[in-house]
């Protein structure tokens, strides 16, 4: 289990007008960068955000976002995490185990949730790490909690969402030119 690449996806979404970067990093064991994915901005019409109406969100991290991310990826990881668990719906079209990842307050999940377990961050113990599933899923709890137990030895859990998010805003200008440029 030395051996393993963790994947943390996340999402930059900009307010006006409506625009969706998407963006993956996956790392070994240490924390290194092994490959980074970006997605040119998904910026939905008035008219789709209208129909879509609440499940935009969740149909283009899904959908347009996380699922083409992980499928481009040359470092297949063991694991993908994310800190927004409207992510959690792309699990049915990922063959690799998602999980969304959060610090918590508390030690046990609020409720007696089976898709939820929370564990002490092994470097900072009076931190509580906190994982989900998606819903029908929860095996990927089991061999999601070894990885990220084994990981928050060296970077605690949601260090490298910040490194992604900082790399989609440096990139920016570059992905909206690259779809300027290719008309998708």
């Given at each position: 289990m030395d051996e393993f690449r963790l994947a943390f996806a996340t999402a930059v979404i900009e307010a006006n007008p409506v625009k969706f970067?998407?963006?993956?990093l996956v790392v070994d064991p240490s924390s290194d960068p092994l490959e980074l994915r970006c997605t040119s901005p998904v910026q939905p019409l008035p008219i789709q955000q209208i129909l879509w109406g609440q499940r935009l969100k969740r149909y283009i991290l899904t959908e347009l976002l996380l699922i083409p991310l992980v499928n481009a990826l040359e470092?297949?990881?063991d694991l993908v995490l994310t800190q927004d668990?409207?992510?959690?719906?792309?699990r049915e079209g990922m063959s690799?185990?998602?999980l969304c990842v959060s610090e918590s307050s508390v030690e046990t999940p609020a409720h007696d949730d089976e898709h939820a377990i929370v564990f002490s961050d092994p470097l900072n113990p009076s931190?509580?790490?906190?994982?989900?599933?998606?819903?029908?899923?929860?095996e990927d709890l089991d061999s999601g909690r070894?990885?990220?137990?084994?990981f928050a030895r060296a970077c605690f859990p949601l260090e490298p969402f910040r490194r992604?998010?900082?790399a989609l805003k440096a990139l920016k200008s570059k992905l909206e030119?690259?779809?300027a440029a290719t008309g998708k």
């Open positions: 970067f998407g963006g993956i470092s297949r990881p668990p409207d992510f959690l719906g792309a690799v185990p998602l931190r509580w790490i906190c994982l989900n599933s998606a819903n029908g899923y929860v070894r990885l990220v137990e084994t992604v998010e900082e030119s690259r779809t």
